[in-house]
């Protein structure tokens, strides 16, 4: 019982502690959020809408669960991030849940959940407002119906997994489809059964049938009110961007070893049990040979898919994570069921880490903050201290209490960064949001102010200012459909900006202000009329536009 109270107590402080303790950042938090709002404010909640204009990169089940979250709680970051890190709390308990019932260890189940939400970059992630993290949440939910299908063959098994899986397609589109239908195909094969004779018996006519209920009416809805929304939707969105082709081309590319080195990265600190892994892998396969090649195939098809995609982001993978871990729980528990003294050992140098992490920030604040490195050292010292201290015991304790532990353990003292981590957020909020922007242009007199040129690193003002911005020249790229295929009074030249209201002074937004004067200049427009900010200034300089 003291078991799992701990075990829940960390995940939950891990899932939701701090949410709304610091703004939303610029580009996606800032973006998703605004949309979410413009949805509850407008009733516009068929076609998505960013500054005023379509936006159709997403299918809209975040802007939905966002703007249901602020319509009960209010609009601010709270309400905002909880729907991000209560589709991590939901995947965390599916881990657990799944894994228990499968291996037939609670044990398995609390450690697959205590690393995914303990894992300090999946921990980033699983507060961010993305979409991935609300997909992989449902596209983990239909595999595991699915593998319960495969086992059991309960219809209402199967049923859950269309159910599902077309929640997942309704929040990041049919990519869901693809890693869902891989990775059976990749497992079915594996299992050495005829593809063709399986398949059949997933294509269930009522599974499908819910399936459409589902996914299909925003779909048919959309393409309906928005004209250009099914070339640029099917199309452009998944097979052009899947071919690196898509335009315009507001995406990362890399090799197709791109995600090999971030996988050593994802599950930081504890990275060093990947070692597990090839440390007699027969040992998992021999007791859980059906559900081991079920995992592989994941987590391998999810590998493989987005390492051959053209289109690359850091935090694509996290589709395949929950089967990784999952692996990983399993080779931890029977490593400890034989004995071996390696887990110990892996413990010992994951808490060694996690205090160097300690001091790495500590050292990183001591550089970064200025004047502001007393605050920091007064908050990080004593931490710095006292995690040194519970490291080493920490480490003596790996070898002496029960196996089991060890996880719970290690997970609480990696859970000793996330308010140091927090606090560092809150000191560079100046440079990672617009919300100290934003509070004093609502104080000020200031009426006409307009973003230069860009748009996406700025994302937090247009959720903060409450109203969509002016955008001078805009050359942003999620703008950049609704700009062409919509009458909008938020799009200006440079010059019809500066002349068209007899307020001043007028206020720019821009990251390169040298660029932006020159412009100004060439078009005969009086700087003296003009306060041009750019982006990461405080609000003592701001202040100097009066």
């Known amino acids: 019982m003291i078991y799992r109270i701990v075990s829940w107590a960390l995940i939950l402080f891990a899932c939701f502690y701090g949410i709304g303790s610091y703004p939303l950042l610029d580009d996606n938090e800032g973006l998703y959020a605004a949309i979410a709002r413009d949805m509850l404010h407008s009733g516009q909640w068929i076609i998505p809408h960013l500054n005023g204009v379509p936006y159709l990169e997403k299918p809209p089940m975040l802007y939905w669960l966002i703007a249901g979250s602020m319509s009960l709680f209010g609009e601010n970051e709270w309400a905002a991030r909880l729907v991000p890190a209560l589709a991590f709390f939901g995947t965390a308990c599916l881990l657990q849940r799944f894994l228990t019932r499968t291996s037939r260890s609670e044990a398995a189940g609390y450690s697959a959940a205590l690393i995914m939400v303990t894992s300090l970059p999946m921990l980033a992630m699983g507060r961010m407002i993305l979409c991935d993290t609300i997909m992989t949440c449902f596209l983990s939910a239909a595999l595991m119906y699915f593998y319960d299908w495969y086992t059991d063959q309960n219809k209402r098994s199967l049923m859950g997994f269309y159910m599902f899986l077309a929640l997942a397609v309704l929040t990041k589109g049919f990519i869901a489809i693809i890693l869902a239908g891989g990775t059976i195909a990749a497992f079915l094969y594996w299992q050495r059964s005829t593809p063709r004779q399986q398949f059949l018996r997933v294509l269930s006519p009522r599974g499908i049938l819910l399936f459409l209920c589902i996914a299909a009416p925003w779909h048919i809805a959309a393409s309906w009110q928005e004209p250009g929304f099914a070339w640029f939707y099917f199309i452009n969105e998944h097979l052009l961007r899947f071919l690196n082709m898509r335009e315009p081309h507001d995406y990362y590319t890399g090799h197709s070893w791109y995600y090999l080195p971030r996988l050593l990265a994802y599950l930081l600190p504890w990275t060093l049990f990947l070692a597990l892994l090839v440390e007699k892998p027969g040992l998992v396969a021999w007791q859980y040979p059906v559900l081991t090649k079920f995992l592989w195939s994941w987590f391998l098809f999810c590998l493989l898919f987005f390492s051959v995609s053209g289109a690359k982001a850091n935090y694509y993978m996290i589709a395949g994570i929950p ?34 992490a300690l001091w790495v920030i500590r050292c990183a604040c001591r550089e970064s903050s200025g004047d502001l490195y007393p605050t920091c050292e007064a908050v990080s010292l004593p931490i710095i201290i006292s995690a040194g201290v519970y490291a080493l015991i920490s480490i003596l304790l790996c070898w002496r209490i029960p196996r089991r532990w060890i ?26 949001s617009q919300k100290t922007v934003a509070d004093f242009l609502k104080a000020s007199s200031y009426h006409d102010v307009a973003v230069y040129q860009e748009f996406e690193e700025l994302s937090s003002l247009a959720f903060y200012r409450d109203k969509p911005l002016l955008m001078v020249d805009s050359r942003s790229n999620d703008l950049l459909y609704g700009k062409m295929h919509s009458a909008t009074p938020y799009f200006m030249t440079l010059s019809e900006w500066a002349t068209h209201s007899p307020r001043l002074p007028l206020v720019l937004f821009t990251r390169r202000i040298s660029g932006a004067m020159a412009d100004l200049r060439a078009i005969n427009i009086d700087l003296k009329n003009v306060c041009i900010v750019r982006r990461f200034e405080r609000v003592a300089v701001i202040s100097m536009c009066d």
């Open 323 to 356: 089967a990784l871990v999952m692996l990983l729980a399993l080779h931890l528990k029977c490593h400890m069921d034989s004995g071996t003294r390696i887990v110990p050992w892996l413990a010992s140098g994951c808490l060694l880490l996690v205090a160097v």
């Open 407 to 432: 996880v719970p353990l290690l997970g609480a003292h990696i859970l000793l960064l996330l308010p140091l981590l927090i606090s560092g957020v809150n000191m560079a909020s100046d440079h990672l």
